[in-house]
């Protein structure tokens, strides 16, 4: 009994697992066979597999939970002694009856509750949050807006992205700024590493810095990586109602809670790109600091 139960907790983190082997695999055949094929045949393909990859996760489990092991097969030998005859415990076939109620009123507990919940959907915001994202802050303007397929769209699964071009003032440095708000899909905010390596960027480090100072200092995440021997630095963190973080299981747990019991997930993605050219590090940093710090409070504010 104990085995079934454990084999119904182990559902869930299955299926993450099985979703997060489809994510690094087409990431991977993106690097090496082209972002076309990785984005349509392997993609269509991957979603068929990853219910077999989730079925023979929960078949191994099967064999290995407590209770559920097969008995190997017994070389030929001399027949065995008969067993002796053990009196039956009349106390055992009780304690067996409790377990199996305990565990189906735990499973009708936690079903019940979560099949009434699959009915409902939480409303998404009643208009694109990217149309609040400035064109313009004292130090950066937009230069132009960069295409997206409906192909990337629906991979992402959300129309609310802004992909831009934006130029500081004074230097005429060009950023490169993708944000990406979801509402009830949540899911579709990823680890920007994914995006870079799958583009065919080599991530070569990956660092964290706070933006400002004390309480309200703001954690950043900064890749360094390089594209057909150009250098680029990145800077990204994800956001919500009342956090942001860097850190993509940290956004994630935030999220869970509330996607559980379907309530308002509204949040973003927060990316920013900057080809370092013959800039050092300590330039390059300050530049996206600079346009964090400008750019962040307006993220900030449309998911309040």
């Known amino acids: 009994v104990r085995g079934k139960i454990l084999l119904v907790v182990l559902a869930a983190p ?9 994510i690094t695999a087409l990431a991977a055949i993106a690097r090496h066979k082209g972002l076309s094929f990785a984005t349509g045949t392997a993609h269509d393909v991957s979603g068929y597999l990853i219910y077999l990859v989730a079925i023979a996760l929960l078949l191994l489990f099967d064999r290995w939970l407590p209770g559920n092991s097969r008995p190997g097969k017994r070389r030929a030998g001399p027949p065995s002694p008969a067993p002796d005859i053990v009196p039956v415990d009349s106390t055992a076939r009780p304690v067996d009856d ?19 919940l699959g009915f409902y959907r939480p409303v998404d915001p009643p208009e694109r949050l990217s149309l609040a994202v400035p064109a313009e802050t004292p130090h950066f303007e937009a230069l132009r807006d960069h295409e997206i397929s409906e192909r990337w769209f629906s991979l992402l699964g959300t129309h609310d992205v802004v992909w831009r071009d934006y130029r500081h003032k004074q230097s005429g440095r060009l950023l490169t700024v993708t944000g990406l708000f979801h509402g009830r899909n949540w899911k579709s905010v990823h680890p920007p590493e994914v995006c870079l390596q799958a583009s065919g960027f080599d991530v070569e480090e990956r660092t964290i810095r ?6 309200q ?14 250098k ?5 963190l994800y956001g919500g109602r009342s956090f942001t973080t860097p850190f993509y299981l940290r956004f994630f747990l935030r999220n869970l809670p509330s996607a559980l019991f379907r309530s308002r997930t509204t949040g973003f993605l927060l990316r920013v790109d900057v080809e370092r050219r013959d800039l050092d590090r300590v330039q390059a940093e300050t530049l996206l600091a600079s346009f ?8 900030e504010d449309a998911v309040r």
Do not use: C
């Open 292 to 299: 964090l710090e400008e750019f962040l409070p307006y993220m």
């Open 14 to 22: 299955v299926a993450l697992l099985a979703n997060f082997l489809r």
């Open 232 to 236: 680029f630095l990145s800077a990204y």
């Open 217 to 230: 200092a703001t954690q950043i995440a900064l890749l360094e990586s390089d594209y057909q021997g150009r």
């Open 210 to 215: 706070e933006l400002g100072k004390g309480a």
């Open 98 to 116: 409790r377990l199996r109620r305990a565990s189906l009123l735990v499973i009708l507990g936690l079903g019940i509750p979560a099949t009434a």
